[in-house]
Antibody
Framework: QLQLQASGPGLVKPSETLSLTCSVS??????????WGWIRQPPGKGLEWIGT???????YYNPSLKSRVTISVDTSKNQFSLKLTSVTAADTAVYYC????????????WGQGTTVTVSS | ETVLTQSPGTLSLSPGERATLSCRAS???????LAWYQQKPGQAPRLLIS???SRATGIPDRFSASGSGTDFTLTISRLEAEDFAVYYC??????FGQGTKLEIK
């Protein structure tokens, strides 16, 4: 059974870079039938798509975050990563990693989410 | 960029009633790429429907969805206590709607 586990610092200072990694078990990030994505949810708010990466390294980003986001995949380690630069308090959120089906686009497997707080 | 608008923002119903949730897109969305999710407090979202109308594995048949173009609907035929949650639509694995909160009346 596929499982996703996001990890990284729970506290990041303003203007610094948020870095998270999603470790995949029970499946492969090299599987050509899926994409791998990051989604976030600020406290009390809705879901915001951050971006998606394919096993080949092709990436797709939310235009509103594109200038600050880098998502990469490491198939040898079976993980994918998120970097968000120049963070502010507005980037405080629960960050989820998820698997996206290539054919129909739904996110069918989600990690449990990791809370990141931006504060000095 | 396609914007998804969900209505109503909050829906108050009783167990056993029928729920109808709407998702409207600012431009036409391929039916293949419209998905619906359920999220309960403190939990990650769960995929309910993909390809606009195909239930995900393990989703009860009281959940159904339809629509095409810019107008999509999620229907829960007979509400059970566990169905009260927030529901999101999403297009192309990217943009989410703002969500509909389904609460117990």
């Amino acid at each position: 059974q596929l499982q996703l586990q996001a990890s990284g610092p729970g506290l990041v200072k303003p203007s610094e870079t948020l870095s998270l990694t999603c470790s995949v078990s029970g499946g492969s990030t090299g599987n050509t039938s899926y994409y791998w994505g990051w989604i976030r949810q600020p406290p009390g708010k809705g879901l915001e798509w951050i971006g998606t990466v394919y096993y080949s390294g092709s990436t797709y980003y939310n235009p509103s975050l594109k200038s600050r986001v880098t998502i990469s995949v490491d198939t040898s380690k079976n993980q994918f990563s998120l970097k968000l630069t120049s963070v502010t308090a507005a980037d405080t959120a629960v960050y989820y990693c998820a698997r996206r089906m290539q054919v129909v686009g739904g996110l069918d497997v989600w990690g449990q989410g990791t809370t990141v707080t931006v504060s000095s | 960029e396609t914007v998804l608008t969900q209505s109503p923002g909050t829906l108050s119903l009783s167990p056993g009633e029928r729920a109808t949730l709407s998702c409207r897109a600012s431009q036409s969305v391929s039916t293949s790429y419209l998905a619906w999710y359920q999220q309960k407090p403190g939990q990650a979202p769960r995929l309910l429907i993909s390809g606009a109308s195909s239930r995900a594995t393990g989703i009860p048949d009281r959940f159904s969805a339809s629509g095409s173009g810019t107008d999509f609907t999620l229907t829960i035929s007979r509400l059970e206590a566990e169905d009260f949650a927030v529901y999101y639509c999403q297009q192309y694995g990217r943009t989410f709607g703002q969500g509909t909160k389904l609460e117990i009346k």
